[in-house]
Structure formats: C-alpha cells, structure tokens
C-alpha cells in the first residue's frame, strides 16, 4: 500500500482550534460496518447507541506539559536575511524541546527544533535567567529532529519543573499558542496516569453527564493506560506505507481491567474501545497472549494496517484524523478504506470539526 491511498481533501477552516465550551455538545457520525451505513448524531447520544453489556475502554493517560521553550547556552542571535537590509530577519537562539518518551530517571528522548545545529554535548536551559530553572543536556542525535536528553533542575524535582515551565503540547494544526483553559480542555475527565505527550483525544467528549448515563444504560466501563507519544502522532516518511517503523509507547493493564475485558469477550460482549491508543494495546496484548487481555506492564509498537485481524475490538471512538497518518490506516483497517474515506468525504461536506478539539466517530 502507498501513502497516497490514504490522502483526502480537507477545508483548512475545518480544523478546529479551540473546544466547544461543552464537551459533549460535539457531533458524533456513526458507522454501521455490516449494513455500511452513515447517520448524522450527537456525541450526547452515545449511550443510546449503545446496549446493556458493552465494554467501553478508555485510557486514563495523563497529558503533562512537554513542550519547553529554553535556549542554547552561551549563544547569542545572529543575523540573516542580508538580502534586504530594509527589512532584516534575526535568527534567535530560542529553542523548542518536545519530551516524548522517557528512558530511565531524567533522561528523555525529545524532539528538537530547530534541531539541525543543536549538537552532542550542548546544553539548552530554559526559565529563568543565567543558568535558568531547568537544563537538558544533550547526549546523542536521532533522525529527523531526535535527540536524547538528560534533565536536570536547578531546585526541587525535573517533574515540578517541567509542569511549572512547559507549555501544552497542542500539535502544530492548532495555530496558536497554548493558554491557560488548554491545560483544562486538553485533558480527559477521566484522566489520573501523567505521561502523555499528547492527548487521547477520543476522550475529551465525555462528560461526568455522559458517564453517568452510560451507567444507567447498562454500559460497562473500564481503564488502561497508554501514555501517548511519538509512535502515535509520527508522519510516515516512506511512500510504501509496510516500511514505516512505529516508535513504542508504554502501556499498563490492571488485574481488574483484563478481567473484565476477558470476561466480556468470553461472553461475546462488544468490546469498544474510547481511541486508537486503546486498539493499539489491546490488540497489542492479544497478540501476544493467544487472544486474552494479560495484566501487566510493557511497550507497544504495533502498527495496524489494512489487513489486520482484531481479536479484540469490536467498535471504536475515534477523532477525525490526518490524511497519511498511522492513525488513519488504523481506522481504515477497523472499518475499511474506502468506507471510511466515503466517511471523511461525508464529513466534509457536513461541517464536521476535525483532529483534536473536533468532533468524533463511532464506528460499530
């Protein structure tokens, strides 16, 4: 398969840049595989679209602010743009540091713009003035940006400094910078685990309100965590979409989780899962345990492409996403290609909001 064949036309003024004020206010458009089918709800009406004994899954990854704006030490700006006096450019030193993936204690692997002149050994700090507030050091260089990085804090612990100096990592179609209410909005209700780079983002729709009624409809729920990274929002830099590599993303399933999910498939319950982030563990785990969910902690870098054989899911909440991303090819695997471009095209021309603060998909 080609990256092109899962390209679409979007609007640009169909990416939404802000939530709506109530989470659950969104649109919801509802696939029916067997009968192919689209119909046009609301998100509020998704415990109606459910039945007694459904299994939503949902992952209670907590966002933490991962994006650090610092500055090389000892670099001063320098200058550019000599091609025009009258309006010259300044190149600063100001650089952006996105943690995406812890290693071991303090060190991270991040990603680094611009990264191109940021070498091994340098440190960038960041807060404060002189030495700043916290420091990362760099340790080794990766592809496209990457680089290893090892954290100190001037006072107390690299947790607390991160929280207290970085910024929401909003992804770069959101065109403005963070403010205060992203740091409420850009989190799940539900969400307790901190470790994600970016948010499930599936979950922002539900509401105490929604949970509730879903409660009173027989519905059960339960948890796992994924703590989202580069593996899930990662371009795909091949043309032939099989040689992608997936960067692995820790997960954790409770005693009590894999109970429940494996009690719901004995008993051929639909197990639904609340984002691509839980597909991506589930089937992860059921792979590698002849189709039964194992408590447990591990890493994931499963890829699922068209082709793939679930053992686990049975229905999906997802957001809208990106043409050529992984996150689409998953969809497309769960619910087939051209149904779901049939979809996205429908969506278009709807008025759908689309990605992260957009408005969302069932697909049973």
């Known amino acids: 398969m080609f990256l092109a ?11 939404a ?18 009968a192919q089918s689209l119909q046009d709800r609301a998100f509020r009406d998704l415990p109606a679209a459910l039945g007694p004994g459904d299994l939503l899954v949902f992952n209670n990854t907590r966002v933490f602010p991962a994006r650090l704006l610092g ?84 006072e107390g612990s690299v947790d607390d400094a991160v929280d207290r100096l970085g910024h929401v990592p909003l992804p770069p179609y959101i065109r403005r910078t963070d403010d205060g209410s992203d740091r409420l909005a850009y989190q799940t209700v539900y969400a307790r685990v901190r470790g994600a780079v970016a948010a499930p983002t599936a979950g922002l729709h539900f509401t105490e309100r929604v949970l509730a009624d879903l409660r009173t409809r027989g519905v059960e729920t339960v948890e796992i965590t994924l703590h989202v990274g580069l593996g899930t929002f990662q371009p795909v830099h091949t043309e032939r979409v099989e040689e ?16 429940s999910i494996n009690c719901a498939l004995d008993e051929h319950r639909r197990v639904i899962a609340v984002g691509t982030t839980c597909v991506r563990t589930l089937e992860h785990v059921a792979r590698e345990n002849a189709g039964r969910i194992v408590a447990g902690r591990g890493e994931t870098s499963l890829f699922i492409l068209p082709g793939f054989a679930f053992k686990v899911t049975r229905g999906l909440a997802t957001n809208f996403h990106l043409p050529r991303s992984t996150l689409l090819m998953l969809v497309s695997a769960f619910a087939g290609r051209e149904f779901i471009l049939r979809a996205y095209r429908h969506a278009v021309e709807e008025r759908y909001r689309f990605y992260s603060y957009g408005d969302c998909m069932l697909i049973l």
């Open 244 to 259: 992608h590599k997936m960067e692995a993303e820790h997960f954790e399933i409770a005693e009590s989780a894999a109970g």
């Open 17 to 34: 840049q802000r939530p709506l004020a109530d989470r659950d206010s969104s649109r919801m458009l509802v696939l029916d595989r067997a």
């Open 5 to 15: 064949d899962f390209d679409y036309a979007l609007p640009p003024d169909l990416i």
């Open 71 to 154: 500055r090389r030490r000892g670099t001063k700006a320098q200058r550019i743009g000599e091609h025009n006096p009258a309006r010259r450019e300044y190149l600063t030193s100001e650089i952006e540091l996105l943690l995406t993936r812890p290693e071991s204690g303090d060190t991270w692997q991040a990603l680094v713009r611009p990264g191109r002149k940021v070498r091994t050994g340098e440190r960038i700090v960041f807060g404060g003035a002189g030495a700043g507030e916290l420091e990362a050091e760099v340790l080794g260089r990766g592809e496209y940006g990457m680089r290893r990085v090892r954290l100190r804090a001037r």
